[in-house]
């Protein structure tokens, strides 16, 4: 599997992004998908994740209640959208493709195989 993400950018705080990530590959519908995030000076964390069949999501604390993830399985796509955007939200945001065929989708980067490049999001207080 093969990721590519886009989307970010710069954007004052209380604004909004969608991120997507594209996968290649015909099996992109059997993967639990996930977003992460990595700040200067820290480790990369877990932002949002969710199951093959997009009916379980889980999200960090940090970000619950303002971001949200979905995928469009006939589109092989991701997509993470951000609203109310904080200055701490700020670093590389990665997606990521998991194990196949679970329920409940993992939230630790070991459990997650695949891996975007990754986009930048920068928010200006």
């Known amino acids: 599997v093969q990721l590519v993400e886009s989307g970010g950018g710069l954007v004052q705080a209380g604004g909004s992004l969608r991120l997507s990530c594209a996968a290649s590959?015909?099996?992109?519908?059997?993967?639990?998908m996930g977003w992460f995030r990595q700040a200067p000076g820290k480790e990369r964390e877990f932002v949002a994740v969710?199951?093959?069949?997009?009916?379980?999501?889980y999200y960090a604390d940090s970000v619950k209640g303002r971001f949200t993830i979905s995928r469009d399985n006939g589109k092989n796509t991701v997509y993470l959208q951000m609203n109310s955007l904080k200055p701490e939200d700020t670093a590389v945001y990665y997606c990521?493709?998991?194990?196949?065929?679970?329920?409940?989708?993992?939230?630790?980067?070991?459990?997650?195989?695949?891996w975007g490049q990754g986009t930048q999001v920068t928010v200006s207080s």
């Open positions: 969710i199951n093959w069949t997009g009916g379980n999501t």
């Open positions: 990521a493709a998991g194990n196949k065929f679970q329920t409940v989708p993992g939230r630790s980067n070991d459990e997650y195989n695949y």
């Open positions: 590959g015909r099996t992109f519908t059997w993967y639990a």
